[in-house]
């Protein structure tokens, strides 16, 4: 069962939702769907969101220490852990992303994957950029993506 508050930030109402054992779910809040969520409060969502708004002060620079759930295939769960890797103020391309893996030619799969992410920010997909510089692809939307780069020093 997940459980999910929706909380204001300064992105918008972003939703996080948890299971039994970590945030699965850090998004919008209009982007993801709750059927079959409880809506609730839980010790986890509270100190994630506290976590969050101190991230989007700039009062911190990683959200790395939450316990995290990701639900995906192996696969996605690879690229993600690598996503944990790019630092706070930098970006990557997607051909990184595959190489880093160990799979070079992959770079349109590792992109279906980070596409798949849905702990936006604790799994940083907002820091992987196109091979040539550009802002494309993120869950959040490509302005807040600038704003998170932004936030970072990365743009």
């Known amino acids: 069962m997940l459980t999910y508050h929706i ?3 300064s992105l918008g109402k972003m939703l996080i939702a948890a299971d039994q054992w970590g945030i699965v779910h850090l998004h919008p809040a209009d982007a993801i769907d709750t ?16 976590k969050l708004k101190a991230y989007l002060k700039g009062e911190r620079d990683t959200l790395s220490d939450l316990p995290l759930s990701p639900r995906g295939t192996a696969f996605q769960k690879q690229v993600w852990e690598v996503l944990r890797t790019v630092p706070y103020g930098e970006t990557r ?63």
């Open 7 to 9: 909380y204001d930030t």
């Open 35 to 50: 059927e079959g969520m409880e809506r609730g409060e839980t010790p986890l969502l509270r100190l994630a969101a506290q």
């Open 93 to 155: 391309s997607y051909a990184w992303l595959a190489q880093a893996i160990g799979k070079p030619r992959a770079a349109r799969a590792v992109g279906g994957a980070v596409g798949k992410n849905t702990i936006l920010l604790a799994i940083p997909c907002h820091r992987i950029i196109g091979a040539d510089g550009s802002l494309v692809g993120f869950g959040g939307g490509l302005e807040m993506k600038k704003a998170l780069l932004q936030l970072e020093g990365a743009l």
